[in-house]
């Protein structure tokens, strides 16, 4: 299946974060018949199956939920698309001299970028010739 890993990372981070906080959600997590592709798979064969391109954070977590709460639900076939995500999954905080850096590194390349700018000439415009009619008259 060729679903976006942010998608699967954003699924798997909040099924990881319910069992922590549910005891009874984490022994269910833990069952050999479930995964995450099978999870994936579920998810994207009931969003197929709706006909609808949006969804609310809620409706997909529930359904994650429930893929993993049933025992007899069947992930179906695999399904090749491309999923876009509203979240992203939590990147490590940066040092404050790692945040100053990359001020200076995007400071620089627009300091650059505006020098290119300012050092193109200008084109002339062509003078365009102005057409004078004559009047009979």
């Known amino acids: 299946?060729?679903?976006?890993?942010?998608?699967?990372?954003?699924?798997?981070q909040y099924?990881?974060?319910?069992?922590?906080?549910?005891?009874?959600?984490?022994?269910?997590?833990?069952k050999t018949n479930k995964s995450i592709e099978?999870?994936?798979?579920?998810?994207?064969?009931?969003?197929?199956?709706?006909?609808c391109n949006g969804f609310a954070d809620a409706e997909i977590f529930g359904?994650?939920?429930?893929?993993?709460?049933?025992?007899?639900?069947?992930?179906?076939?695999?399904?090749?698309?491309?999923?876009?995500?509203?979240?992203?999954?939590?990147?490590?905080e940066l040092s404050p001299e790692d945040i100053e850096k990359a001020k200076q590194l995007a400071f620089d390349k627009i300091v650059e970028q505006e020098a290119?700018?300012?050092k193109k000439k200008p084109q002339k415009k062509q003078e365009q010739p102005v057409l004078v009619q004559s009047s009979l008259f």
Do not use: W
């Open 1 to 12: 299946m060729k679903s976006t890993d942010d998608f699967k990372k954003v699924i798997s």
């Open 15 to 30: 099924l990881e974060d319910l069992a922590q906080n549910d005891e009874l959600f984490a022994e269910t997590l833990k």
């Open 38 to 51: 099978g999870c994936i798979t579920y998810i994207l064969n009931q969003v197929q199956k709706s006909g």
């Open 63 to 92: 359904m994650a939920v429930h893929y993993y709460d049933e025992d007899d639900i069947k992930p179906g076939k695999p399904v090749n698309c491309q999923v876009v995500v509203n979240r992203s999954v939590e990147l490590p």
């Open 116 to 118: 290119q700018r300012i």
